[in-house]
């Protein structure tokens, strides 16, 4: 028996992936962590691994244990780094995986050294810059250092922070990445390789650490620009679509969706099979978004609904039932989205729910 097709599906362009980490590996001059934490911001974790595991990355930046267990158990080479502190019930598991992760405590301190004792976790120190979400402040450095020195259950191969506002306020971004450079310059390496590490990125694509030699780039790489004036030269990844099911001729007065948008003329409305239980914000509604039929922007009518939309296509004289329509891609970027929805693109591109297929090209 044949299976029908879905009737909402992203398409993967996995070349357009690599076409951003050269991108990304440009801009660093130095080595690239793939960020693919959160099903790799909705583009399917282990596929994006996949396609990144003979790049020779020296990391692939995960969540949580679960997420690195996942890619250890597709066989993935390359090591997972755990972003942020660890809860104690998952550090055995990264222990004896060999997982890398980020020491933000005294506590993990004690307890990774502990797992260590028959053989060494080599784990990075994390340092609190500025983000306030784990980590070390500048003054708890040396005390953090002191525990490390005496902890041969660890192995120090390398430090990182975070920023909070690379994309919002440079004037904070450029005193932190100073501050960061200033403190980095002063930890020891024992170890080699050391990876120093702070930008996301917005990080890469406008600041410079003269420190760091790992960059951590996540929405990059998934061709889209936290600066819009730097979009042109990425890809996006993921292209969000669905298809027209009817176009209905309602009359001028008639209303549209739950809350009865009414028609201000005589209106063909085409019904296409995604909503908000694709993933689809619902407060995309009332808000003059688009979408692309047949290479036309389509105006949304009405509100978004759990499995279904409706958009204006009067003008378009091409259309019928069956014909594709983009809710997001190369054309339409799903950052000018995430402004009308109120959002960022981080979220629209993690919140595409499991009932949207993934399509790899
Ligand atoms: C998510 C994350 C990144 C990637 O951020 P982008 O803005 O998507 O590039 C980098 N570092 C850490 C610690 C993160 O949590």
Redesign the pocket.
Known sequence: MTESPPRAWAEIDLSALLHNLAVARKLSGKEVMA?I?AEA?GHGLEETARALDSCGLPFL?V?NAGEARRLARAGIKTTPYI??ATLPAERAEIASNEWTPCLCSLDEIAHFNQLGRAKPISAHLALDTG?GRGGFLPDQIPEALVAIKSSPGIKLTGI?S?LPV??EDETFTRQQIALYDKIAATIPQDHSPFYIHI??????MKYHSTTSNLA??????YGIS?FPDEQKQLKPVMSLKTRISVINELPKGHGVSYGRTLLTRDTKAAVLGIGYGDGYPRSLSEKGTKVLINGTLCPLLGRVTMDQIIVDVTKLSECQPGDEAILFGTDLIVSDLALKAGSIP?ELLTQITPRVERRYL
């Open positions: 960020v934490k911001y930046g969540a972003l942020g983000m990182g975070h690379a994309d930008s996301n990125s917005a990080g890469l951590r780039p996540g929405l990059l790489l936290p981080w």
